[in-house]
């Protein structure tokens, strides 16, 4: 039995496998209710009204204060039966069962359910307080009544990992709407009301089928099987509305509706000719009246629309600062409320880290101090070896420095061009030649394919070289360049700058020791060296396999599923190095065992406190093709 499809018509409303096993009674026999007005008194004697924030036909929201514990929550009160309603008793059981699990979600970017409970008349759902607006509330103040894209795209990836997690454990929302989506004082999103679209339904109110007409799927206001393809299409027409400031499909009737959906919408670029095309794509395809048209799965639609929409975290910063304004009870204090906002989104983003959370460059000036560093290192010993005096080379590798920490692409080219000149100047240029073509031929052909394309990738290779000249050894400290490349890079552009960063390492160490004579003969002995040869291929690898760890941990971290991929990265290094020291050095005296594995243990640690030391400073969030492209 499909675990998504259900049947959404008034008269009928299916217990998820989940609601089954939390509730099992209630589908055997009649439970009884408690008396009418019974939990309601034993709600008030711990919740202290405060204030109404919404009533209607379906239910009011009070917040009030637990007297237990101090606190501010949101209490839902809806009514369990209309007064026209004839929808049987195990129905409406069934229906509070599946709300109930339904609601007890418990996610990021999901508002928490503390309690629920229910008498003869009423269903009751203690909700932690959002102190914020809802999204409808937002579009109605805000002028234009629209978003911008940095804040449709905070919305969308709120929305998106909330959706996600609720369809992976078989829940569907079925009343996605701009009013139930919250946003707090941190611009933070959340997703409220799961399994209140089956409570609707079955209560017999209205005949909207248990969502809210004008942003329904078409399949579902006409009763007929709904999956996860119908809150992916209720997340689109709120989106829509979003930056397009109209609903597409808002009518008096559900007739009506569908006739619009038949329709279709206006293109969005007919309306904001700015539009990334990827995310009018995206949109188009989500509103489709057919559901096998729709992106599979809510993931597949926010890989879709979210590229090039605009920055989520500068997003949630401007929702923030303008719930701050449009929520202050006096004009004058709202230059305070703003700069308090500020503050307050400024604290830990995981996914950002301690200083990505506080600058959106943390990430390339990192990338840049340590490629600045390592040019420098490099440009220092390629310059003692042609001879020049200490003031001249310290001058000289400053500025290369600068060079390289300003565009870590230009510190990488700096290096190669140093090896070449300071090789052609020393050695004979029949013998120079086997040595100067192939590594120009490579140098040339990973930097158009990486090196130019992603910062980073330029950065681990002038790192590497940097390391190697410092130690004489081109794989004592490589792990750590395996470390930074697995962190900052994906996996091919990972393993390619190592797997070019030791044998250019080893062929700089020779020519730089022999004052750069460096021919064909003696790189080829060069390169020819187990322990090189074992550390480009076990390199490369770790590198590789950490970019893999740490994607998997920052879609693991969307959907709530823990730290263990994290983990995973963080040893993967300091394994590979002490098994690549192992292999590459064979010892026949208990001495040297000794001193080589104390400099494996050393080395391995580095790497894996290299990929931790990232995480934590600069988060796990994996985007960086569009971010350092140049």
Known sequence: MPLFSRHNSPARANVPASARLAAPATRHMPVAAPAPGAMASTLLKRYRPLETRATGGFGSVEVCMDTRLQRRVAIKRIPLASPLSVTPESTRAAALAEARTASMLQ?????????????????YLVMEYIDGMSLEEFLAAVEGSSLTYDECAAIADALVQA??????????????????VLIDHNGH???????????TSAAGFGGARGGTIGYMAPEQLRGEVVDERSDIFSLAAVLYESLCATAPFRAGTPADSLKRIEKGVIYPSSLLADIPQNTEEALLAALDPDPAQRPASVQEFGDWLLPGLGSSREGRKSLARIIAQLTSDEAADAEDAESMCEHRVWELDPAEGYLGSRTSRARAAVSGVVSGLSVAASTASI???????PGAIAAAAVAMGIAGGIAPQIGSALIAAGFIT?????????????VVIPVCALFIGWWYVWGRAYAPASTALSTCLALGTATGDPVVLAGATAALAGYFLPPVPAAAACALGIPFAQLLICATRAGGVLSGTAALHALANPEVLAGTVVIALAAALVSLALARHDRNMRSSRGNAMLIAGGVLPGIMVVLLLWLANPME????????????????????IIVFICVYALGYRRDMPEGDRP
């Open 163 to 180: 959706l996600a997690f609720a369809h992976e454990n078989g829940v569907l929302h079925l009343d996605i709407k701009p009013g139930n």
């Open 107 to 123: 996610h990021p970017n999901i508002v928490s359910v503390i309690d629920f409970s229910y008498d003869a008349e009423y269903a």
């Open 422 to 434: 300071v090789v052609l100047n020393a050695t004979d240029l029949i013998a120079a030649l086997p």
């Open 189 to 199: 999103v959340k997703l409220t009301d799961f399994g209140m679209a089956t409570l």
């Open 383 to 389: 310059l003692a070896a042609m001879g020049l005096e």
């Open 589 to 608: 005296n208990p001495l040297m065992d000794t001193y080589s594995m104390a400099v494996a243990l050393g080395s391995g640690a580095l790497s894996s």
